[in-house]
């Protein structure tokens, strides 16, 4: 019988035992060895390869070979499955198809975002980001701001003392001492941060909050500048059509002072987000700008309140007492 032959009836052999036989993984391997050992009957069909016509050789060698991959392919497969269905194994086998579980995922705090879109805007027209002390002295939350010690503006903001002389800043104006007296002038910076007053806590009030200070010095700087920087950074905040205002107002630290409100839809009311002006010249001074040749423009807003107004959140005491049903409303 030529070589061919044998091994396809080599194969048909095989395909008749592995079906009739018994489903036993000790006797599978006796079979393999029947066929696949060293001296099994495929190794047989190898041994004839040497009687086979040299231009025949690279053909039946080549089906010599897949035999050989296909029945240790299938003895695998037979052994495999016979395991999977031994009761021992059954407990373990892992059901593929069973949904996953979903891991919960953090987000960025709606906060945080809010502080991203300030400074993005901001730094699209040239502000730099700076940041300072939390805890700060007596002299740069308010002397240098140019609240004396006995001015009634010391108590338009509850202050937490730490000692005599030190402080939790109440606003981030204190920040721009620092600047001031670290930078030549002109200088250019915006400054996000937390601040603490010891205020009653309410829906509009808490006692830690977040601030945006701006200040901008140069030698020519106008009122006009500042409405023009804040204008554009309030459309971009809350789009074209939102209502706003600037309101006269007043602040130790800058004269003329004035207040920007927001037009609120839901409560038909006009919001403060935040106070400005051009910087008093005593402020320039005590950091030691030459008053007669800098001018400057500042403003503080408040991060919580155009958070409050952008998404419609009505209570501050939300952005602080991390219920997941209110976070992630802003994922
Ligand atoms: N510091 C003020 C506050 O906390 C806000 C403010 C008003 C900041 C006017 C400024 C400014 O820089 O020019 O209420």
Redesign the pocket.
């Known amino acids: 019988m030529p070589l061919k032959k044998q091994i396809e009836s080599v194969r048909n052999q095989f395909l008749a035992d592995i079906e009739s036989f018994p489903n036993d993984p000790p006797l599978i391997d006796q079979l393999r060895s029947k066929y696949l050992g060293r001296k099994g009957l495929v190794a047989q069909l190898l041994s004839k390869m040497s009687q086979v016509k040299p231009e025949d050789r690279p053909n039946i060698g080549k089906e010599l070979n897949n035999l050989k991959i296909d029945l240790n392919r299938q003895f695998d497969h037979k052994v495999s499955s016979l395991l999977a269905k031994d009761h021992k194994y059954a407990d373990e086998s892992i059901d593929i198809t069973l949904p996953g579980k979903e891991p919960r995922i953090g987000s960025i705090h709606i906060l945080e975002q809010t502080l991203s879109e300030i400074k993005e805007i901001f730094i699209s027209i040239g502000f730099h980001v700076a940041y300072g002390p939390e805890v700060d002295d007596d002299y740069h939350n308010f002397s240098a701001l140019n609240i004396p010690e006995s001015h009634p503006a010391r108590d338009?903001?509850d202050t937490f003392f730490v000692d005599n002389k030190t402080v939790l800043r109440?606003?981030?104006?204190n920040v721009?001492i620092h600047l001031m007296e670290n930078e030549e002038p002109p200088i250019r910076y915006i400054v996000p941060g937390r601040?603490y007053r010891n205020e009653a806590i309410s829906y509009k009030s808490y006692c830690l909050f977040h601030?945006v200070?701006?200040?901008y010095v140069n030698k020519r700087v106008s009122f006009a500048e500042l409405k023009g920087c804040l204008e554009y950074f309030i459309r971009h905040m809350f789009g074209a059509k939102r209502k706003m205002r600037f309101r006269p107002s007043y602040?130790p630290?800058?004269e003329p002072?004035a207040e920007v409100d927001i037009w609120d839809e839901e409560r038909h009311e006009w919001l403060e987000i935040?106070?400005?002006?051009m910087?008093d010249p005593n402020v320039l001074d005590n950091v030691g700008y030459d008053s007669n040749i800098w001018h400057g423009y500042?403003?503080?807003m408040g991060v919580e309140r155009i958070a409050m107004l952008k998404y419609n959140i009505n209570d501050i005491r939300l952005f602080y007492n991390g219920d997941i049903r209110f976070l992630e409303q802003f994922i």
């Open positions: 338009m903001q109440t606003h981030t104006s721009q601040v601030q200070e701006g200040i602040f630290f800058t002072s935040l106070g400005c002006g910087v500042a403003f503080g």
